[in-house]
């Protein structure tokens, strides 16, 4: 059943991932670490913090107030993201940046780079090639898209933006990135998919609902 969203809610929901694909609009490509631009690839980072429990939050209320199996899964699922891609996001960003540039201010930068290379390539926190927490959070972030999809589209919801909903949810998959095009394209996608179901949601729960006509006596 549907309820009417709260103005924090919309904006939760719609301005967390929002915010957080701009901010990725800036997120270095790290081709090389120890040239990495630090004060542009640190601050995306410690945005990033708070923007992912954020998103998976905001997403998580995209379904407040509904029943059924959908809307549980996407409750669980974007709770796994969130601490997933947090985990992963504050060992190989924050942590890979903090020594990166501890090693660019040292007299020997090459003495740094095993514990570097610990962390970058740690196979469940690192950066690359293929971090187990960044593989299993984009996967429940794509999960919880899809259960939150169902749900809406059981309440009436048009197929655009329940599809838009889903489609979004793959790029961090699909380009093996958060940076550009990766995270962009899917919160930037996710966000616009759900003001529109916002949008939806609020023209039919204040639409008038049919009153049966009554016989004269």
Request: some cysteine.
């Amino acid at each position: 059943m549907d309820v009417q969203p709260e103005l924090w809610e919309i904006a939760l929901s719609v301005g967390a991932p929002f915010v957080l694909a701009i901010v990725e609009l800036f997120h270095p490509h790290p081709h090389d670490l120890m040239k990495l631009d630090l004060n542009a690839w640190l601050f995306v980072h410690y945005a990033q913090i708070l923007l992912f429990p954020l998103s998976a939050l905001g997403f998580t209320i995209l379904v407040r107030g509904r029943a059924g199996i959908a809307a549980i899964i996407c409750r669980i699922a974007m709770f796994v993201f969130g601490v997933l891609y947090l985990a992963f996001d504050t060992a190989a960003g924050l942590v890979t940046g903090i020594l990166v540039k501890a090693a660019q201010s040292s007299s020997a930068p090459n003495a740094w780079q095993p514990a570097i290379d610990a962390v970058w390539k740690h196979p469940i926190l690192g950066g690359a090639p293929a971090p187990l927490f960044a593989i299993l959070g984009s996967v429940a972030l794509t999960i919880g898209a899809a259960a939150a999809a169902v749900s809406f589209k059981r309440t009436g919801s048009s197929w655009i933006p329940v599809l838009l909903l889903v489609l979004s949810s793959f790029g961090i998959a699909v380009f093996k990135t958060h940076a550009w095009p990766g995270g962009p394209l899917t919160f930037g996608g996710m966000a616009l998919a759900t003001a529109w179901l916002q949008w939806e949601r609020i023209a039919r729960v204040s639409a008038p609902q049919a009153v049966p006509a009554t016989l004269e006596s």
